[in-house]
Structures are given as C-alpha cells and as structure tokens.
C-alpha cells in the first residue's frame, strides 16, 4: 500500500455536520478498500483565491491514507460525482506529516500571537 494525502475544497452553503458527513463517507470508501485513515483534519471555512462556481469560500479537508491504489480510484469517482465538492487533489506522498499538518500549525501560531 502507498500513501496518499487528499484536499478537498467543499461548498460554504454546507453545514460543518454535512461537511464531516461527507468525509465520513470517503473514509468509509477507502477503509472498505483495504486502506487505512492515517489523518484527518478540518480546516475550517476559508478564503479561496479566486471564485468557484461564484463561491467566494469553501470548507477544506484533508486526509491523509495508507491505502491501495484501486481504494483511492475508488474515492475519487465518488468525489467526482459529489456536487458538493468544488475542488479535489489526491497526491502520493513518501511520509504523511507527524502531528498536526502545516495549515493547522500555522492557525494554532497565529491564535497563540
């Protein structure tokens, strides 16, 4: 098995439960698959760079996996034809982070300021 890390970027007009829904469901796809969820992370309702679908915000999630290559196909047809994702992008990594990713180091830096 290899290791993956997914972003998701998910409409604002969706509830934080919906949103956690959502990721369940994909977790659920990969687990089913023979992968594991290694991590998991709500980013929160952020700023996009541009409009999507005249959107101006979006929910992102990330999830790191240790999973086959035929269990993340699988993710990713069922996010393609998930109208509440505007945008997705699964790479394959060497090592997932230890503790928490960068984004929320940085959120966790500033509050802390």
């Known amino acids: 098995m290899s290791l993956y890390e997914t972003t998701l ?3 604002q007009d969706m509830s934080t ?3 956690e829904k959502l990721a369940d469901d994909l ?3 990969v687990t089913q698959g023979g992968g594991k969820i290694k991590q998991r992370e ?3 309702l952020r700023s996009l760079a ?3 679908n005249k959107s101006k915000k979006g929910h992102y999630v990330y999830l790191g996996m240790d999973a086959p ?3 993340v196909k699988a993710m990713e047809q069922k996010i393609r034809y ?6 997705s992008l699964t790479v394959k990594v ?5 503790g928490p990713t960068p984004v929320m180091q940085k959120d966790r830096d500033q509050e802390a300021a």
Request: aromatic fraction near 10%; hydrophobic fraction near 45%; glycine fraction near 4%.
């Open 27 to 29: 977790a659920a796809i």
């Open 94 to 98: 060497e090592k997932l982070p230890e």
């Open 17 to 19: 439960a919906e949103v």
């Open 82 to 87: 998930t109208e509440d994702v505007m945008r």
């Open 9 to 11: 970027i998910i409409r």
């Open 50 to 52: 541009y409009r999507i």
């Open 42 to 44: 709500y980013w929160g």
């Open 69 to 71: 290559s035929d269990a």
